[in-house]
């Protein structure tokens, strides 16, 4: 099982950008899917989880700016960054708790980097 991130670059203040996280592989079936991210000289950090039905955590810290969503037939997360801020720079991981052969387990992306600067 694979995750592939995409969708990272370098954005302005007050500006979007669209993170997409597709799963592949041996997959039975997915369960939660998120997104987490990680600063220079901080520890990672949750952004937004998502639950096979659908329900979604959103940390403070982005709550109102960010939207996770996912496309399970494409076994596919997305998140929705608006109104970024130059706080919102990081490298930004998928993951997923694949249900799997021989069994499940999390799985990590590569990581996008997000850089909000003028």
């Known amino acids: 099982v694979q995750l592939q991130a995409s969708g990272g670059g370098l954005v302005q203040p007050g500006g979007s950008l669209r993170l997409s996280c597709a799963a592949s592989?041996?997959?039975?079936?997915?369960?939660?899917m998120g997104w987490y991210r990680q600063a220079p000289g901080k520890q990672r950090e949750l952004v937004a989880t998502?639950?096979?039905?659908?329900?979604?955590n959103v940390a403070d810290s982005v709550k109102g700016r960010f939207t996770i969503s996912r496309e399970s037939a494409k076994n596919t997360v997305y998140l929705q960054m608006n109104s970024l801020k130059p706080e919102d720079t990081a490298v930004y991981y998928c993951?997923?708790?694949?249900?799997?052969?021989?069994?499940?387990?999390?799985?990590w992306g590569q990581g996008t980097l997000v850089t909000v600067s003028s």
């Open positions: 592989g041996l997959i039975l079936s997915i369960n939660d």
């Open positions: 998502i639950t096979r039905g659908g329900t979604t």
């Open positions: 993951n997923a708790d694949v249900r799997t052969i021989p069994s499940s387990r999390v799985y």
